[in-house]
C-alpha cells in the first residue's frame, strides 16, 4: 500500500539551501528508493483554519517499508542533514488507500 510522506518545510535561506545540493540529490535519492514526487513548492490556498504554510512536498512511496529505508538510509543521511541545519520541518507519513477502498468510499454498497 503507498504511503504519502508530507513535509511542510520552513527554509531559512533559501539561496544556502538550494547551492547546498539538497533539492537535486536529495531528489535522487527519493527516486533510488521508488518515491515519486506529487507536491513540490508549488502555490497554496487556505481554506479554512490557520495553518502556518511553508514549502509543502508529499512523496509517494510504495510502502512505509520502502519509505523507512530512504529516510534512514546513508544515501540520504547527508542531504537529511544539510536539511535539517537550514530549516525547520515537520514530517509525517500517511498511508494511502487502495483503489478498492476508494472505490467503496466513493460508491458506498
Not at 53 to 60: A, D, F, G, M, S
Request: proline share 4%; net charge negative; charged share 30%.
Amino acid at each position: 500500500m503507498s504511503v504519502f510522506c508530507i513535509g511542510n518545510i520552513d527554509i531559512r535561506d533559501f539561496e544556502k539551501y538550494r547551492n547546498s545540493g539538497y533539492l537535486e540529490n536529495a531528489a535522487r535519492t527519493i527516486t533510488e528508493y521508488g518515491g515519486r514526487f506529487r507536491v513540490r513548492g508549488g502555490q497554496t490556498k487556505i481554506i479554512e483554519g490557520q495553518p502556518v504554510l511553508h514549502r509543502l512536498v508529499v512523496i509517494e512511496f510504495p510502502s512505509m517499508e520502502s519509505f523507512e529505508s530512504w529516510y534512514s538510509s546513508d544515501a540520504y543521511a547527508p542531504w537529511k542533514k544539510i536539511r535539517q541545519e537550514l530549516s525547520e520541518t515537520d514530517f509525517f507519513v500517511v498511508e494511502g488507500l487502495t483503489e478498492e477502498e476508494s472505490e467503496t468510499i466513493a460508491n458506498p454498497a
